[in-house]
């Protein structure tokens, strides 16, 4: 079979999720494709707005494969938003330029009528093509990710209506309707998991869930509104996909990254830039592959900052159960040499 | 003596805040005098603008007491802004209506060469008027609370020139800039000490050392630029004036608070919103009096959200080394009378 999958041994990034020895420690960065990168902003500007560009399978193939060329990564993840569920639960979104993300807000139990994940697949048709198009043009030994955004998250931009501050518009409505606010969380349970799957069967070889916003909560509520509902995903994703890694990233949980560790429900845990190293290999590395955790600012400062951050990283959490990556995204102002001494930095200390 | 200042054991907030047994649980809030109360919105419509509410004893002192006249709360917070301190240096500080601080921010190590702390007191005179004002006319049992903004919070002011959302701009000039941003430490160091020392001379019976942007550092930097210059700070507070309890508040320091309680400089700790009880009670009370951490969103919600908030706090961490808080300020947003039930419960409770 000239088109038989390639075997996660074939695979530094699919081995090491899976908890098994890699050919090399495996990297790969959080908006790896995005505006610090020219090629980029070029294949940008031929979309009509950010949607657009998202639904655009030639353009977000092309964004996806466009860090494997300058840089040598071991995943790509396909370009897309987490914006894109809401807008398939038939939710209003669009991005103002330079302002970010705006939704027409859930402001009471009623707004939730409206939203429905009976077409969600075809909705989404555009984004498992870009992930066809990206399997079939994958460099050997590369994965491809596919990701969604936690329902946590998703919650907080279907009811704030945009990025926030304080998050009170969120909290009032979990905390002021819980009968509503669950069934928004299940709503997006059952979506989320549902577009993990189709990724899956688009070819897409691991799963990360980004749960943002996670970091705002008390330790009760992040259990009930950020880990349980993850963990329904990955175990529906686990059911229908069982050999396909999920990668949680509870952003800001803090402490309560142990309780994502303990439950097992993931194979790894991506680990903000906040979150003590020596904490992280004593409690989580037993029972989770750990993946992170750069300071993006390290990165686009550069010199001996980048190569002490990565040294830390390396030492407390390396070689084995860790996937190299950053605690937050790639900056858009970050040089692209320092991705490429970065590798570099990454790949050496393994020589 | 007439005058003579009231004894520690008269006041439950600083007993509690030197480990001795209080006479009763003692509760203040963050922002407790603020735009939730519409005799502030009145008193505040009285000056020209921020800044200048600041700057004016007789307006600044009866926004102090307000909250004390409606609530039966154990302590004013001198009504003051953590941005008189950049001010007092010499840098340009203004407020726009309804968009927060802004700053002429520092942008490169010439930049510092304009600050100097040399008319740090005469400057902030009109806070410490405040102090002596409210000092005269607090009631008995009640204390007074003096507090500035930690080094690393005012420096993301002075740098970012305004509240950020990534706060990259700060973070490259600490890692890119070191022997600079430790200058800018140092003297805000020595700023916040003295700015302390003075409020203490003026009344303040306590203080706080307010750290809202500790939560997006590593936690190597966290150590280096949060808590090391907060626990300086603390050191010459204590030299000058031992029998003040000092408060430090590492907003989102998850982790490492337990490095905070440990090093022994501070005698009570504020907890965030989202710091696991449990651990808060194992790893910090024994070493620190803890402080805190009821979600805002909570007490603006109000009913049984509100009282089931208040219960756990007190069953995890009460009644002795607590002192009741908020986990960040009262929201603008929040009916008086939530505060009401917040005290009523925290009273019941003790009965």
């Known amino acids: 079979m000239d088109n038989a999958p390639a075997r996660t041994e074939d695979k530094p990034l699919l081995q090491s999720l899976k908890g098994q020895p890699a050919e090399r420690l495996?990297?790969?960065?959080?908006?790896?494709?995005?505006?610090?990168l020219p090629e980029y902003r070029e294949v940008r500007a031929k979309a009509k707005d950010f949607i657009d560009f998202c639904f655009r399978p030639d353009l977000a193939a092309e964004a996806t494969l466009q860090p494997l060329r300058r840089f040598d990564l071991d995943a790509a993840i396909v370009f897309s938003d987490i914006l894109v569920v809401p807008l398939a639960l038939g939710q209003k979104v669009w991005f103002e330029e330079g302002k970010g993300p705006r939704l027409e807000p859930i402001r009471k139990p009623e707004d939730l009528t409206g939203l429905s994940a009976d077409d969600l697949e075809p909705r989404l048709a555009a984004v498992y093509e870009t992930l066809e198009t990206v399997a079939a043009e994958l460099p050997a030994g590369k994965a491809l990710i596919g990701f969604a955004g936690a329902p946590w998250t998703l919650a907080s931009y279907m009811i704030e209506g945009q990025t926030s501050r304080d998050f009170s518009r969120l909290k009032r409505f979990a905390y002021g309707q819980p009968?509503?606010?669950a069934r928004l969380l299940d709503l997006l349970v059952e979506a989320v998991a549902r577009h993990l799957v189709a990724q899956v069967r688009a070819g897409a070889e691991t799963v990360q869930i980004f749960d943002?916003?996670?970091?705002?909560?008390?330790?009760p509520e992040l259990k009930?509104?950020?880990?349980?509902?993850?963990?329904?995903?990955?175990?529906?994703?686990?059911?229908?996909?069982?050999?396909?890694?999920?990668?949680?990233?509870?952003r800001g949980a803090g402490l309560t990254y142990a309780a994502?560790?303990?439950?097992?429900d993931f194979d790894a845990l991506g680990l903000d830039t906040t979150l003590p190293l020596g904490w992280a290999a004593e409690?989580?590395?037993?029972?989770?592959v750990v993946q992170g955790n750069l300071?993006?600012?390290?990165?686009?400062v550069g010199g001996s900052v980048l190569t002490r951050g990565v040294d830390a990283i390396l030492e407390a959490l390396g070689p084995r159960r860790l996937?190299?990556?950053l605690g937050h995204g790639v900056l858009p102002e970050t040089p692209p040499e320092h991705v490429a001494e970065l590798v570099a930095r990454v790949r050496g200390t393994q020589a």
């Open 224 to 250: 009930a509104w950020s880990l349980a509902p993850m963990a329904e995903i990955a175990r529906r994703v686990g059911a229908d996909c069982p050999e396909v890694p999920v990668i949680a990233f509870p």
């Open 212 to 219: 943002s916003w996670a970091g705002v909560l008390p330790e």
């Open 295 to 300: 300071d993006p600012v390290k990165l686009l």
């Open 283 to 288: 409690r989580l590395q037993p029972k989770a």
């Open 260 to 264: 994502f560790a303990e439950g097992g």
């Open 26 to 36: 495996p990297i790969w960065l959080m908006r790896q494709a995005g505006r610090y």
């Open 323 to 325: 996937v190299f990556n």
């Open 179 to 181: 009968e509503a606010f």
